[in-house]
Nanobody
């Protein structure tokens, strides 16, 4: 099992920045990818970004490319999502996820509890 705990959400004005953190524990050696997903109000959950275990590969949704950066610290078993130039459309519950499957987009088997990000206009 892998446990994930997110932190760093909050309320920010449009154009501002936030950094989310996700601390992983447990059988982290079984994980190939760490990802961030979000669920806007009244919408389905969507992929935001992912990073490979080595940190050598990163992937982003088109909607956040150039604004968000995913990074990892293997020594701390922590993944970060730096979010800049935030827009009201980025308002959502953000979830950290861990994937024991060799796929950065689907198959995530472990999820955090979620953290709310609200961007005011």
């Amino acid at each position: 099992q892998v446990q994930l705990v997110e932190s760093g959400g909050g309320l920010v004005q449009a154009g501002g920045s936030l950094r989310l953190s996700c601390a992983a524990s447990g059988r982290t050696f079984s994980i190939y990818y760490m990802g961030w997903f979000r669920q806007p109000p009244g919408k389905e959950r969507e992929f935001v970004a992912a990073i490979s275990r080595s940190g050598g590969s990163t992937y982003y949704a088109d909607s956040v490319k150039g604004r968000f950066t995913i990074s990892g610290d293997n020594a701390k078993s922590t993944v970060y999502l730096q979010m800049n130039s935030l827009e009201p459309e980025d308002t959502a519950v953000y979830y950290c996820a861990a994937n024991p499957v060799l796929n950065y987009r689907t198959g995530y088997g472990y999820w955090g509890q979620g953290t709310q990000v609200t961007v005011s206009s």
